[in-house]
């Protein structure tokens, strides 16, 4: 398995991500349940669109899940100079610059969309960057601590005190990141809009946002058409991030995620139940799903 992964690895973009695209096109022919999913969160969170945009965006976003999943692989394995040069732009990067400038460490925020690890991965050899991980079984788990460590990037496991070990990071002015746009374990969240639907969002960020007082940042990957490469994207994050009250500031959080995703709403993963938990008494989106 390892062997087949390194080699998969090597192979060019273009063949990943058109192995990426016939995946995500048989699980869109095949009515998945990723596919039903989409289309139930498009429809809950782009209710303005038509029908027919809404079944183009959930078919691109199959297409763009699947091919990061496997042209990921090339991102940690493959030729150095190659992955880094597959980032055509940065766009916005004096708002990363300006975050460290503060000493005071970063948080990073990225989400499910488009091709985060292909800039994150060669960000980190140019930013002091750490990412928290569970470590895991398998030859997949070992490949992707060397992926993320290969341009300078440090992986640090997670211990049980989270909170105060990110606290720790951000003192020592490294950045650390994270992908909030998931329905956290119950006590961990609290339910704020996201896309104008109820979502359970973690509070992990905005605690730390509060306590640190490092500046946020976010973070995502649009991925270019015909394998013609990255742009990576910064933007600032809403005023009300650091907020006292951690559902403001959740609030606030899940705003610059939309911002985000509204870039390219195509490459989000919609597939993902995101709306799972609702808040008692309101009724399940994914009911007919």
């Not at 940690?76 to 940065?90: F, R």
């Not at 985000?260 to 799903?289: H, I, M």
């Amino acid at each position: 398995m390892r062997i087949l992964l390194i080699v998969l690895g090597q192979l060019p973009l273009s063949v990943l991500q058109a192995l990426g695209a016939l995946v995500g096109w048989l699980s869109w022919t095949g009515n998945s349940g990723r596919r039903r999913v989409a289309l139930r969160n498009l429809e809950r969170c782009m209710p303005e669109l038509s029908g027919a945009e809404r079944e183009r965006i959930a078919r691109a976003s199959l297409r763009h899940e699947f091919t990061t999943y496997i042209e990921t692989l090339r991102i940690w394995l493959g030729p150095a100079q190659a992955v880094k040069d597959a980032v055509k732009e940065w766009r916005g990067l004096e708002v990363l610059e300006r975050a460290f400038a503060q000493g005071k460490g970063v948080i990073l925020l990225t989400l499910h969309q488009g091709a985060f690890e292909a800039v994150a991965i060669p960000m980190s050899a140019r930013f002091p960057f750490c990412g928290l991980y569970k470590p895991q079984r398998g030859a997949l788990n070992a490949l992707s601590i060397r992926g993320r460590r290969r341009f300078g990037g440090q992986l640090r496991i997670t211990q049980a005190g989270v909170r105060q070990q990110s606290l720790q990071l951000l003192r020592e002015g490294l950045g650390v990141y994270f992908m909030p746009d998931h329905d956290p374990p119950p006590g961990r969240g609290v339910f704020v809009p996201f896309m104008g639907v109820p979502a359970h969002t973690p509070t992990l960020v905005a605690r730390l946002a509060h306590e640190s007082g490092a500046p946020v940042v976010y973070l995502f990957g649009e991925r270019l058409p015909q394998a013609g490469g990255f742009i990576a994207h910064f933007l600032d994050a809403p005023p009300d991030i650091a907020n006292a009250d951690v559902e403001i500031a959740t609030a606030a959080m899940n705003r610059g995620l939309e911002r985000c995703l509204r870039t390219c709403p195509e490459q989000y993963w919609w597939g993902y139940k995101r709306f799972r938990r609702q808040p008692q008494g309101l009724a399940s989106v994914y009911g007919g799903a």
